[in-house]
C-alpha cells in the first residue's frame, strides 16, 4: 500500500528538457516511474531518450534500456495524449506560479514542486487557486514523494530503502534521506518531504492523516524543524484522530534566535517556533520525540518491535 502515490500513476515532468529536469527524469525512470510526457512549448513534438540504469534498493532485476520520452506544448496536451493525473516541476522559480497553474488548469490530481525560491506572494497565490480546484500540492522546495519500489516523483534517492511499513513526513529533504537510510531494516510505505518554505501545499497533518488510514502503516515518523508552528498543530490533530504510533524529530535546538536557518520558514521569533516548545507539544500528546535522528529511528524500532 501507499499514500498519494503508487505504481499506477502517469507523470509528466514540467520542464523536463533543461538540465535537472533530464538529470532527474533519468533518476526517476530509473525508480520506476512511469514518465510519460514532459512540457516545453518549444520543444512540443520532439521527444527526449534517455539511457536508463535501474535505481532501488537491493537486487533489481530490471535491466538498463532507452525510454524516448516525448515533449508537449502544454500540460492539457499532455494529459490528454497520455492519460496522466501527476505533475512534478522542475522550472525556474519565475515561471513556477504559471507552470503550478497549467498543472491544476489541466486537471491533474497531484502537483509535486520541487523548485526553490518561489516568492512567497506566488506560492499563496497558486496554491489558494489549487484548493479552490481541489488539486493536492506537495512543495514547493521540496524532495517531493516516494513509494519505494513502486514510484518516485522529485529527487529523493530511490536506493536508500526498500517497501515497508513506517511512513514518513519531514520539512527537511536531507532529514528525509537520513531517516529512511536510518530506517532501512524496516523500509517505508511512502516518504513525503512537504519543503519547509511559509507556504506550502501538503502539510505534516494531510500525510498523518493518510498514514492512518493505510492499512500497511505501521509507525507514523515526523520530521520537523523550528519557525511557525506546524508541528503544535499537528500534535493536536494527532491527540484527537490518530491511533497509530507517531515518533518525531525536530531540527534546530541549537538555532539562534531571530535568524532564518535553511529554510525560508525556519526562523524563531522570541519563544515561537523553538524546537522545545514544538518538542514539548509533542510529547504531551504521547509523542515519543528523539535527540538526533538516529535516537528517533531507534525509537520507532523500540515500538515496532513491542507491538
Do not use: W
Request: hydrophobic share 40%; aromatic share 4%.
Amino acid at each position: 500500500m501507499a499514500i498519494f502515490l503508487d505504481k499506477n500513476d502517469k507523470v509528466i515532468v514540467q520542464g523536463m528538457t533543461g538540465a535537472e529536469g533530464q538529470k532527474h527524469t533519468r533518476r526517476m525512470l530509473g525508480a520506476g516511474t512511469q514518465i510519460v510526457g514532459g512540457t516545453n512549448p518549444r520543444k512540443a513534438g520532439q521527444s527526449i531518450e534517455f539511457e536508463v540504469e535501474p535505481i532501488g534498493y537491493g537486487k533489481d532485476n530490471r535491466e538498463a534500456r532507452t525510454v524516448a520520452v516525448p515533449v508537449f506544448g502544454t500540460v492539457e496536451e499532455a494529459k490528454d495524449a497520455t492519460g496522466a493525473e501527476v505533475s512534478v516541476i522542475f522550472v525556474p522559480p519565475a515561471f513556477a506560479k504559471e507552470a503550478v497553474i497549467n498543472a491544476v488548469d489541466a486537471g491533474m490530481r497531484l502537483v509535486v514542486i520541487i523548485t526553490e525560491g518561489i516568492p512567497v506572494k506566488d506560492a499563496s497565490e497558486f496554491l489558494s487557486y489549487a484548493q479552490k480546484k481541489g488539486v493536492q500540492l506537495i512543495g514547493p522546495n521540496c524532495p517531493g514523494i516516494i513509494t519505494p519500489g513502486q514510484s518516485n516523483v522529485g529527487i529523493t534517492p530511490p536506493d536508500i530503502t526498500g517497501p515497508g511499513k513506517i511512513g514518513l513526513v519531514s520539512k527537511s529533504g536531507t532529514l528525509t534521506y537520513q531517516m529512511m537510510y536510518e530506517l532501512a531494516d524496516i523500509g517505508i510505505s511512502t516518504a513525503i518531504g512537504i519543503g519547509g518554505d511559509p507556504i506550502i501545499g501538503t502539510t505534516h497533518i494531510d500525510a498523518i492523516k493518510a498514514f492512518e488510514e493505510d492499512p500497511e502503516t505501521e509507525l507514523i515518523v515526523m520530521i520537523g524543524e523550528i519557525g511557525g508552528d506546524a508541528e503544535e498543530r499537528a500534535a493536536t490533530y494527532i491527540k484527537e484522530n490518530v491511533s497509530k504510533p507517531v515518533v518525531a524529530y525536530v531540527a534546530g535546538f541549537t538555532a539562534p534566535e531571530g535568524k532564518t536557518m535553511g529554510h525560508a520558514g525556519a526562523i524563531v521569533s522570541g519563544s515561537a517556533g523553538t524546537a522545545e516548545a514544538k518538542k514539548e507539544a509533542l510529547e504531551a500528546v504521547g509523542v515519543k520525540v528523539g535527540k538526533t535522528p538516529t535516537e528517533t529511528a531507534n525509537l520507532a524500532r523500540e515500538i515496532l518491535a513491542n507491538r
